[in-house]
C-alpha cells in the first residue's frame, strides 16, 4: 500500500522582481518531506505566505516544483499530472470558477461532465450538495449574480461533484459565514468517515478548524513543516507550561518583558482600547514578577486567565508570533 500523498525533499523557489531591474530569489518550500495516508483528513496549518498554497498547487499538477518528488495516489505529479488529476479534486477559497453566463446547476453540472460523472449520479450528486451547501434556491441563479460568499458555496461543491479520490482545500471556508463553514466542516467530516479511502488535505490558518477536523497536523512556516503530529499530541508540547492571557489598557510598550527569566514567548495584539497579551511561562512563580513590571509602567491589567494549550500555543512556541502576524505572500 503506498502512501496517498508522499512528498520527498520537495523544493519550490520563486524569483521576484526589485527595482532597476534586479530579482531575488525567494524559496517557497524548502526540501520538505511529508506523508499521508489514504484516509486521512490531513491539515497544513500555517500564515498566509507559510507556504501552504505553493505545496497544494504542485500537489495538484498546477505548479512544478523547483527539485524533490511528489506523489499523489503513488503517482508522479510531474511524470504523469493526467492520471493525477483524474484522482483528484480542489477547491480554493476566495477563487472565481465558472461563467457568469451559467446558473449554479449548470456550473456544477459542467464540471461534472468533465469528470465523466454519469448523468443520473451527477444529477444526484448535485442535488445533494446544493442541500449541503444551502444553495438549493438559487439552483437556477446565474454565477455572476452570485454574492461572494455564495460564490465560494458554489466552489466548494464543484469540489466534491466528482467524487475524488483526494481532494485538496485550500482555505475552503474563506468568505463563508459562521453557519455555512460549520455545515463546510460537518460535510468534509461525514464525507471522509462514509467513503473509506476518500483522503482530504486540508490547508487553513484557523486554529480551531484544524483542531475540530484534522486526524494530523503539520505546522508550516517560511517554506518549513516545523511539526507534525495530531493536535492532541502536538498540545502535549506545551502542557508543561504554564499559559496566560492579559487584557491590559495603557500599555505603550511591552519590550523587556520577554526578556524576564522564565518567559518563554510573548505575543502582544492591540485591540480597541487596549492591549491583549499572551504569555508562555516555564512556570507560575514568574507571573508576579510579571504583573509587576506591567503596573510599573502605568499600565492597569484589566482581565486575566490561565489557558489549557491550543494548536496556537504551539504554533507560538515554535515561530514565536501568532497566526494573526502574517508573512508575505510567497
Not at 37 to 53: R, S
Not at 63 to 80: E, H, N, Y
Not at 91 to 107: A, C, F, K, P
Not at 120 to 136: D, F, P, S
Request: proline share 4%.
Amino acid at each position: 500500500m503506498h502512501p496517498a500523498i508522499e512528498v520527498v525533499k520537495l523544493k519550490r523557489l520563486f524569483r521576484k522582481k526589485q527595482a532597476r531591474r534586479s530579482w531575488r530569489t525567494v524559496v517557497a518550500l524548502e526540501e520538505i518531506d511529508l506523508e499521508i495516508q489514504e484516509g486521512e483528513l490531513f491539515g497544513v496549518l500555517g500564515p498566509n505566505g507559510a507556504g501552504k498554497t505553493t505545496l497544494i498547487k504542485i500537489l495538484a499538477t498546477l505548479l512544478l516544483p523547483t527539485s524533490g518528488q511528489a506523489f499523489v495516489d503513488g503517482i508522479d505529479v510531474v511524470k504523469d499530472p493526467r492520471a493525477v488529476r483524474r484522482r483528484i479534486n480542489m477547491v480554493s477559497g476566495g477563487e472565481h470558477s465558472g461563467y457568469g453566463i451559467l446558473t449554479v446547476r449548470e456550473t456544477l453540472w459542467m464540471f461534472s461532465q468533465f469528470y465523466g460523472v454519469p448523468g443520473k449520479v451527477a444529477r444526484e450528486r448535485i442535488n445533494e450538495l446544493l442541500r449541503v451547501v444551502g444553495l438549493e434556491e438559487e439552483a437556477n441563479t446565474r454565477i455572476s449574480r452570485l454574492s461572494t460568499g455564495m460564490r465560494q458555496k458554489m466552489n466548494f461543491a464543484r469540489g466534491f461533484v466528482s467524487d475524488p479520490k483526494i481532494v485538496f482545500l485550500d482555505e475552503p471556508t474563506l468568505g463563508l459565514d459562521v453557519g455555512a463553514a460549520r455545515d463546510a466542516r460537518n460535510f468534509i467530516k461525514s464525507w471522509v468517515k462514509d467513503r473509506p479511502g476518500k483522503t482530504v488535505l486540508l490547508t487553513t490558518h484557523y486554529m480551531t478548524e484544524a483542531e475540530e477536523l484534522c486526524d494530523r497536523v503539520a505546522i508550516i512556516d517560511r517554506g518549513k513543516i516545523l511539526a507534525c503530529d495530531t493536535p492532541e499530541n502536538l498540545k502535549r508540547r506545551v502542557k508543561k507550561d504554564s499559559i496566560f492571557h492579559l487584557e491590559v489598557a495603557g500599555l505603550d510598550s511591552w519590550e523587556g518583558l520577554h526578556e524576564i527569566a522564565g518567559v518563554k514567548q510573548l505575543v502582544s495584539t492591540p485591540r480597541d482600547g487596549f492591549t491583549e497579551l499572551k504569555f508562555i511561562l516555564d512556570h507560575e512563580d514568574v507571573l508576579p514578577q510579571l504583573l509587576g513590571k506591567i503596573t510599573e509602567r502605568g499600565s492597569r491589567v484589566l482581565y486575566m486567565r490561565k489557558t489549557e494549550p491550543t494548536l496556537e500555543d504551539v504554533f507560538i512556541e515554535l515561530v514565536g508570533r501568532s497566526l494573526e502576524v502574517d508573512t508575505a505572500e510567497r
